[in-house]
Every structure is written in structure tokens, then in C-alpha cells.
């Protein structure tokens, strides 16, 4: 099988989260003998030893458009998770993309197929779907392939919530039936994607590479810790579970590493250095915190990167409430969830006092991905939906 991806972004130095994810789901179609194409929508295509990479076609007109993003003031206020309304900047936006980007898209779709008719399938890898509208059908009618769009910012991408300040709306003027099916991260938004207009929806959740993602044997010089950017959407268990946690247990040494995040109080801000950076700092701490913002912890497996990445390193975790959490890890057993931000301090502080049981749980936890979670799991479930359109 060779499938062709469109992908966000592939550069690790831009502040697209889902970006490592993306590698380790390629990476895992490698592994599992799937030959990988993948350009970007964003940034410069990047070669790999998993995936042969072609030229971004509008590496140009995306640069310029961050670099006119990136110095327009932003607003502080708060996200209201409720409202989807497209504003004036957005409708603009996908106009110009529509008017200058998408012809761009149709006549590289157009070239690399007729270059490579042994493509199986296209997918495209949760890029702004209104600004290419009309394209996959293109692609469907003049090559008689299968388009497929997966989304893995279920249900935060949805029109029924706000999305990200910092992100696009990219469902308002789009047409979801031109795509042969849509792939979601959220089991509990694929109705959503079909009220919107979805003519099949599968779901593929995150995971991780046990590889990348693998525990460090490190003393244990944190006591809590937690990585992430943003408040948007957790503000009240980010103050419980670190802010206020932090002042409630004097003794215990928080840290965090992220930015965007408020007032912590007490814990200490460690710096980024690199991405694989992350993996030492989670091995030393004793507790590692799954703080995950509530529209995917409010809608039914919605499933996020962070609890299969510590969950991969071995690590004590400690969530928040999280609705169908239980579809990946077993609470109490595989992680710890707390129900009330009351329970935070207690929870951290019979952890602290029970290394045993701390290390118990991080084993289950990188035992059940090693089973159930790897990118290698999820590259086989993506290749076997793939195959059911061919």
C-alpha cells in the first residue's frame, strides 16, 4: 500500500502540538511495510528515514501569512468554548485561501498522481478543510481514489465549539461529503462529523511510539510535574492541580514545562531546551499530571496524545476528569483520575508516601500501551480503513 498524506506541519520547531504525533503515525505505517508520501500545509516538507517528502506547493504564501499572524495583537480574553462564530478575519482568510491556495492544491494533487498512479488513497492530516474546498472531489472524479480527511482535534475543531484562539475554523463553508470518509480521534464526536455531513466516519485514537516515548532510569528529584501550553480550557484544574496544589503542599517540589499557563505559584518553570527533553524531566518525577482541557475531557473518548505518552514513559499519572477515560487505561490501576479538586491534594500526598505503589502503576501503564497503544497499533488500524474503500 502507498498512501499519500497532507500533513499540518512536520516541523517540530512550530508550535503545532500534534506534530510528533503525526511522526510516530507515520513512522508506525513504515514499520508495518506501508510505503508513506507526506508533504505540509505549513512549513517546509521535512525528509525522514520513514517517509519520502514532497515540496510544501504553498510554502511561500503560508510563511507569509504566520509571519502576518504571528505580529497581529491577540486578545487575553478568555475563550468561551460555546461560541463558534466565524469572525470577519476568518471569513477573510478562507476566502483568500480559497482564491490563492486551493488552485495551488488541485494542480499538485493533479501532478503527483499523474506522476505516481500507484497511490492508493490521499489523506489529508488535519489541515484547514475549508480552505481546499472542492479539491478532493477533484481528485476523487478525475483519479478515482479515495480522499480521506482525519481530524485529530476532535470535538475542539468542531463548529459546536470555539476551537483554539491561536488555530483556524476550519469547518464553516466546507463540504464534508466531497471526502470518501473522515477519521476521528473522538469516538463521542463522530456523530457530530456526521450531522455536519460526513458520509462515514472511523475513529483512530493517539498513541505513542514505545520507542521514543520509554522511561529513563533517573532519580526522582521532581515531585509533580506537568508539561503543556495553555490555559484555554483547564483553567480551574490547572490552579487546583498545580497553582494551588503547590501552596497546599509546601514540602513537595512542582514543576512544569510550557508556556501560556498562568500564575503557578510555586511551581518551578523548567526550560524547554528540546523536545526530547520531555522524556528526562517526566522520568523524574515521582507524579506526572494528565491536565487535559475540557472539550476533550467533556465529550466521550476524545482522546488526546498526553496519557499515552506517560503512559509509554512509565510514569505515575494523575488526571483530571476525563469522560471515557477508561477506554485506554484502567483507573486506579493504570493511572489515577481524581473526581474533585479537593482530592488533587490528597491523591499526590499518599503518592509521595508510597513508591511501591507509584511504580507499580507506571508499569501497568507502559505495560497496557505495549499491548493496546502504539503508533504500530494505529498504523494498522489505519491501513485496514484504507483498504475497506479500495
Same mark, same amino acid.
Given at each position: ?6 500533513? !499540518?506541519?512536520?516541523?517540530? $520547531?512550530?508550535?503545532?502540538?500534534? /506534530? ?21 500545509? @505549513?512549513?517546509?516538507?521535512?525528509? /525522514? ?9 504553498? @510554502?511561500?504564501?503560508? %510563511? ?16 468561551? $468554548? ?14 483568500? &485561501?480559497? $482564491? ?40 476523487? *472524479? ?10 485529530? *482535534? ?6 459546536? =465549539?470555539?476551537?483554539? &484562539? ?8 466546507? %463540504? ?6 473522515? #477519521? ?28 521514543? =516515548? ?6 526522582? *528529584? ?25 501552596? +497546599? ?37 515521582? #507524579?506526572?499530571?494528565?491536565? $487535559?482541557? +475540557? ?8 482522546? !488526546?496524545?498526553?496519557? =499515552? ?32 479538586? &479537593? ?5 499526590? +500526598? ?23 497503544? /502504539?503508533?504500530?497499533?494505529?498504523? &494498522? ?10
Amino acid at each position: 500500500m502507498k498512501l499519500l498524506f497532507i500533513t !499540518s506541519s512536520l516541523d517540530l $520547531t512550530q508550535p503545532f502540538s500534534a /506534530t510528533p504525533a503525526w511522526w510516530q503515525l507515520l513512522k508506525g505505517l513504515y514499520e508495518i511495510g506501508v510505503e508513506v508520501v507526506a508533504t505540509t500545509y @505549513q512549513g517546509p516538507a521535512i525528509e /525522514t528515514l520513514w517517509w519520502r517528502a514532497l515540496p510544501n506547493p504553498v @510554502q511561500r504564501e503560508g %510563511d507569509l501569512f504566520k509571519a502576518i499572524r504571528d505580529r497581529a495583537p491577540r486578545s487575553r480574553k478568555a475563550v468561551d $468554548t460555546g461560541t463558534s462564530g466565524e469572525s470577519a478575519a476568518d471569513r477573510l482568510t478562507r476566502q483568500v &485561501a480559497q $482564491t490563492f491556495i486551493r488552485p495551488k492544491w488541485a494542480g499538485f494533487l493533479e501532478k503527483t498522481l499523474t506522476a505516481q498512479p500507484d497511490i492508493d488513497a490521499v489523506i489529508f492530516l488535519t489541515i484547514p478543510l475549508n480552505h481546499v474546498v472542492g479539491v478532493a472531489q477533484a481528485v476523487a *472524479d478525475k483519479f478515482h481514489k479515495p480522499v480521506l480527511y482525519y481530524d485529530g *482535534d476532535v470535538p475542539a475543531s468542531l463548529p459546536t =465549539f470555539a476551537g483554539f &484562539a491561536t488555530g483556524f475554523k476550519i469547518y464553516q463553508g466546507a %463540504d464534508l461529503s466531497e471526502y470518501a470518509g473522515f #477519521i476521528s480521534n473522538s469516538l463521542g464526536g463522530a456523530d457530530e462529523l456526521r450531522k455536519l455531513g460526513a458520509r462515514r466516519v472511523d475513529t483512530l485514537y493517539y498513541g505513542a511510539d514505545p520507542d521514543v =516515548f520509554s522511561p529513563v532510569d533517573l532519580p526522582q *528529584d521532581l515531585d509533580v510535574f506537568f508539561y503543556g501550553h495553555t490555559r484555554e480550557y483547564r483553567e480551574s484544574w490547572i490552579d487546583a492541580m498545580i497553582a494551588d496544589a503547590s501552596d +497546599r503542599l509546601p514540602d513537595a517540589r512542582f514543576a512544569v514545562r510550557g508556556r501560556g499557563l498562568g500564575d503557578l505559584k510555586r511551581a518551578q518553570m523548567l526550560p524547554y531546551l528540546s523536545f526530547s527533553k520531555l522524556r528526562e524531566y517526566t522520568s523524574r518525577a515521582k #507524579i506526572n499530571l494528565c491536565v $487535559t482541557r +475540557r472539550a476533550h475531557a467533556s465529550v466521550f473518548a476524545s482522546s !488526546s496524545s498526553r496519557p =499515552f505518552e506517560l503512559a509509554s514513559m512509565g510514569a505515575c499519572i494523575v488526571a483530571n476528569p476525563y469522560l471515557g477515560l477508561e477506554t485506554w487505561f484502567e483507573p486506579g490501576r493504570e493511572l489515577f483520575m481524581i473526581e474533585h479538586e &479537593a482530592e488533587a491534594v490528597e491523591r499526590y +500526598r499518599w503518592l509521595l508516601a508510597h513508591e511501591a505503589e507509584r511504580r507499580a502503576v507506571g508499569a501497568a501503564a507502559r505495560a497496557r500501551v505495549l499491548k493496546e497503544h /502504539t503508533f504500530r497499533h494505529r498504523a &494498522a488500524q489505519l491501513r485496514e480503513i484504507v483498504r475497506s474503500y479500495l
